[in-house]
């Protein structure tokens, strides 16, 4: 079911409580043994119009492909964050790209948690896992070196990953951290990371022909993480999750001296501030720049009132270069991390937060506004049903679906709920 942002922002405490829905059982037939997620960072839903991806219909043919609504703020390690701990930025706590008071600095991404993963779940429930390169379970449930809990970091494209996954499958050894290691069976749960569509999205933007040719070899490189279960014998016994981060939104000006002036007319001194970097002691308005489609500001001193703050945010709303702004009570109802500023101004494409511009006529892509929240989210295989797509489904609902399928405990903080509604027979053996 695909949810509007404009939606999303109205009716995130109604999507809460439609998390909050107890679990019930499967519709019928048998858990699955094995669940793959495969995690394609910078995935735009829009992208899967534009590129034959034969694999990746293939799977969907055995379950559902649907759009749901990430968190925010729509960068990678708040988002992934929620993904695998099913819980809202509000309780994990992982910001990115924020002021710090406690330090007088900025901050840039982190892999901070304060919530339980489900690789932890699974790793206290005895179930074994390995994490190929999805990066927020590392040393949160999986760690280098252990064969039944397993993480390996193997860089370089989706292409090398998948091939990390596939001696995996197969038992054979993997470098693990500078240690060759082989699992003693195949892992329970298998997650594969992929950033290609990302760092393609970032340097050539969200429309170029390079995208395309990224998911067309992204979904090739899927079809031979598919064969590689099949001939291990598991093909059948495997229910699949594929899904992402954020989405990607195309930019090529900065609108920073805009809003540098901007604030200054409205009678406060603003500073850019980029992480590790700290504000000087005379300024009042902090702005970090998030991604390059959000700005964070934290007022301080003088600016630090309620009736400034509302001074600012009118101020920043009217210009034309801005598309929203986002204050305490728009940031709590998206469960939003404490950590982010008093306000989030989403830039209006093709402008951007940025330091600096391309070429002329040369665009960039980037993320972490309302723009990006939608995913696209696969569920198919073993225990899904066939041509039944969650409703009203969210990122944090991954965790909560995995822990399901697998039979065992979502995890502690998890905010979301598992898909049972797509949750029925497993698929055919095939």
Do not use: C
């Amino acid at each position: 079911m695909r949810i509007s942002r404009r939606e999303f922002l109205a009716g995130a405490v109604s999507l809460m409580a439609l998390s909050a829905v107890p679990a019930v059982a499967l519709a019928q037939g048998r858990r699955p043994q094995y669940v793959i997620l495969v995690d394609w960072d910078g995935l735009d839903p829009d992208y899967l119009s534009r590129v034959p991806t034969p694999n990746l219909d293939s799977l969907a043919s055995r379950g559902s492909l649907s759009t749901i609504s990430g968190t925010y703020h729509t960068i990678s390690n708040p988002s992934r964050a929620s993904m695998s701990t099913g819980a809202y930025p509000e309780t994990h706590d992982n910001a990115a790209y924020i002021y710090d008071p406690a330090t007088n600095r900025a901050q840039g991404q982190s892999r901070f948690l304060a919530a339980e993963t489900i690789a932890q779940v699974l790793a206290a429930e005895g179930k074994t896992l390995a994490s190929v390169q999805w990066y927020m379970v590392q040393n949160y449930g999986a760690t280098y070196g252990d064969p039944e809990h397993l993480y390996v970091q193997p860089g370089g494209k989706f292409e090398k990953r998948v091939d990390a996954a596939i001696e995996i499958l197969n038992q054979r050894p993997v470098d693990s951290g500078g240690k060759m290691v082989t699992v003693p069976k195949i892992p329970d749960f298998l997650a594969v990371y992929s950033s290609d569509l990302d760092g393609a999205g970032h340097e050539n933007g969200a429309e170029s022909p390079v995208v395309d040719a990224t998911l067309a070899e992204s979904d090739r490189q899927l079809g031979r993480l598919v064969q590689a279960t099949k001939d291990v014998g598991i093909y059948g016994e495997v229910a699949w999750l594929l899904t992402s981060d954020h989405g990607m939104t195309s930019w090529n000006k900065t609108l920073i001296p805009q809003v540098l002036t901007t604030v200054t007319a409205a009678g406060y001194i603003p500073e850019i501030v980029t992480p590790g970097r700290s504000p000087r002691p005379e300024t009042e308005v902090i702005i970090v720049p998030n991604g390059v489609r959000i700005g964070d500001f934290t007022l301080r001193g003088d600016a630090a009132t309620p009736e400034v703050r509302e001074k600012i945010k009118a101020a920043l709303e009217g210009m034309a270069e801005i598309e929203r702004v986002l204050d305490e009570p728009d940031l709590d109802a998206l469960q939003a991390s404490e950590k982010l500023g008093d306000l989030v101004a989403e830039a209006r494409p093709p402008w951007g937060f940025a330091l600096s511009e391309p070429d002329a006529g040369e665009f960039r892509g980037s993320h972490s506004s309302l723009s990006e929240i939608e995913l696209p989210l696969l569920l198919a295989g073993a225990g899904i049903h066939r041509d039944v797509p969650p409703q009203d489904a969210g990122l944090v609902d991954v965790a909560p679906t995995i822990a399901y399928l697998l039979g065992v405990r979502p995890p502690a903080q998890a905010q979301g709920r598992a898909l049972t509604e797509s949750l029925g027979a497993p698929g055919p053996r095939g």
